[in-house]
């Protein structure tokens, strides 16, 4: 999929931008606080109808605006054209449109245009909690698996119904508390199983980008953890009913999955730098990338890379420009406060590129 072509007005900090885009890299320099990451913000909502920073779409309107628009003129890779477009005033809902149609249901939007996007903020995959990580799994799987997050959905649901009932004074509904943790149980273990499946796919991919990156220097590894591992999640859920009405919540189900993520056999948290800490979380977006463009209907993914080169040693940065550089990736776009990290990314092949300035929300093409 390439971006061709990316007009936004009002969004965040940027009051108006019609930028023509390269079909390989797209560099974006300026300092921090200028409006950088809010560019690539805009190409991440048009592709997944939100803001990735924010869910409250209000938020994203600038300061003194009544609205917001954003539409990108894309090329899939048959060349085949589509353009989508998304408007929002304040207090009113948004509107997203394919192809000048609007869609009934956001959901069917998600994976037309597969996109990964790798940022300082990613670090929390490794130390923040397990939501961090479950939503990592829950990006990608809904990017090929239309069904997924209406499963998510439906699990939700139930764990929110089943949670209420826990927290009354009275006694609840037992019957209705078994229906509940039934619709737990069924949706619960058809998404163990696709984000089963993902990982253990993932894994290996992760592996080889790690150590083309780290120049063999160091062993990672994944592992999935679910109470699914511990029997039918029916029989898990209901074996602790007592304790889970005790506190007022669900203590097991799909909801409290993780991903431990290891170096050295160990956790990665406690064992790794920080540089080697942003080398785990590249290389597991990068291994992402690879696997959505085996899956997602054969659709290359665009890439959009956030001051990722910060706290990394000129080795590694290196390894990364090779990677990102060759023939396996698509459309990219870099962002960085260090020209001499662009520079070193241009200097490097002989593909076509674009290189912006961005100072105050203003764009300008260098």
């Known amino acids: 999929m390439i971006l061709k072509k990316l007009s936004i007005l009002n969004y965040k900090n940027i009051r108006e931008a019609s930028l023509e885009l390269s079909p390989k890299i797209n560099c974006f320099i300026g300092h921090n606080g200028v409006g950088k990451t809010n560019l690539l913000d805009a190409v991440y909502y048009l592709s997944f109808c939100h803001s990735a920073y924010t869910s409250i779409d209000s938020q994203v309107i600038r300061h003194d605006e009544d609205f917001f ?100 004074e009275e006694e609840p509904d037992l019957e209705l508390l078994k229906i509940w943790e039934e619709q737990m149980a069924f949706h619960g273990e058809v998404i163990y199983g696709k984000r089963e499946a993902f990982v253990k796919e993932l894994i290996p991919v992760f592996q080889e980008i790690y150590q083309n990156i780290s120049e063999d220097r160091e062993q990672v590894s994944l592992s999935y953890e679910s109470h699914c591992q511990r029997g039918p999640l029916l029989d898990v859920i209901q074996r602790d009913r007592m304790k889970d009405r005790a506190v007022g919540y669900s203590l097991h189900g799909i909801h409290r999955d993780d991903l431990e993520m290891l170096q050295g056999g160990y956790p990665v948290k406690r064992e790794g730098s920080q540089g080697q800490h942003k080398t785990f979380v590249i290389a597991l977006k990068l291994a992402q990338f690879s696997f959505l463009k085996r899956t997602s209907s054969n659709t290359t993914p665009l890439l959009l890379l956030d001051d990722i080169f910060d706290k990394l040693d000129a080795r590694r940065v290196e390894q990364i420009v090779k990677l990102v550089s060759s023939d396996e990736y698509g459309q990219i776009f870099i962002t960085d406060t260090n020209r001499d990290h662009l520079d070193q990314i241009l200097s490097g092949g002989s593909f076509d590129y674009k290189l912006f300035k961005v100072e105050d929300g203003e764009v300008v093409g260098l």
């Not at 009934?104 to 597969?114: A, E, F, T, V, W």
């Not at 130390?127 to 990592?136: A, F, I, T």
Request: net charge positive; hydrophobic share 30%; glycine share 8%.
């Open 69 to 168: 628009v954003l539409e990108g003129l894309y090329d899939d890779d048959s060349e085949n054209p589509t353009t989508v477009y998304c408007g929002m005033k304040r207090g009113t809902k948004k509107h997203f449109k394919r192809n000048k149609k609007e869609y009934k249901r956001l959901s069917q939007h998600i994976g037309l245009i597969p996109l990964i996007f790798v940022s300082p903020g990613d670090t929390l995959l490794i130390e923040g909690g397990s939501e961090e990580r479950r939503r990592l799994m829950d990006v990608v799987i809904s990017q090929y698996d239309n069904t997924y997050i209406e499963t998510l959905n439906s699990y939700n649901k139930a764990l929110l119904q089943r949670n209420t009932l826990l927290k009354m």
